[in-house]
C-alpha cells in the first residue's frame, strides 16, 4: 500500500506468508470523489417586498438575505427553477441576487431556487433546489 489518497487509481501489493510466500499480486482500485453535503435553507418563510415600490423601479434580495448557504466546496452558480410569473423574477447567476421586476402584480410567489457547487479535484459536482416564497404587498 502506497499513499493512495488522490481521486483516481491506488495500488496495493499483496503478498504471501507460509506455504504463500512465493506468490504476490498488485491489485489496482477506484478512489472516487467525495460527496458534498452542500446544505441549502430558507431564511424565513416569506421575503415581502414593497408594491408600492416596485411600481418605480425593480426590488432586490441578496442571497445572504433569503438563504442560508453552508458545507459547500467551489463556486457556486445559481438559477431559477420554477416559478408561476417567471417573467418578474430574474436571479444573478454569480451571486444569487433575485430581483423583482418593476410593475410585478400583488401576490404570494413561490420560486425554486437551482444551486450548483462546482466541486474540485477531490469533490464531485453537487446540486440543491430551494424554494422561496416572496410576498408582493
Known sequence: ?????????????VEGIGNYKSKSENMKFLIRKDIQKFV????????KVSYSKLKSSAQSLTA???????????????????VAG???FSINQTN???????GT???IYNLTLK?????????MVCYRL???????A
Not at 40 to 47: L, M, N, R
Not at 64 to 82: C, E, F, H, L, P
Not at 130 to 136: E, G, L, Y
Open 86 to 88: 417567471r417573467k418578474y
Open 1 to 13: 500500500y502506497a499513499d493512495n489518497k488522490k481521486v483516481g487509481y491506488g495500488s496495493v501489493r
Open 115 to 123: 444551486l450548483c457547487a462546482e466541486g474540485d479535484e477531490e469533490h
Open 130 to 136: 430551494v424554494d422561496i416564497n416572496i410576498k408582493v
Open 105 to 107: 402584480p400583488k401576490g
Open 40 to 47: 441549502v435553507t430558507p431564511k424565513a418563510d416569506s421575503f
Open 64 to 82: 445572504a438575505k433569503t438563504m442560508k448557504i453552508s458545507d459547500t466546496v467551489g463556486k457556486i452558480t445559481y438559477n431559477i427553477g420554477y
Open 96 to 102: 444569487g441576487t433575485v430581483t423583482v421586476a418593476k
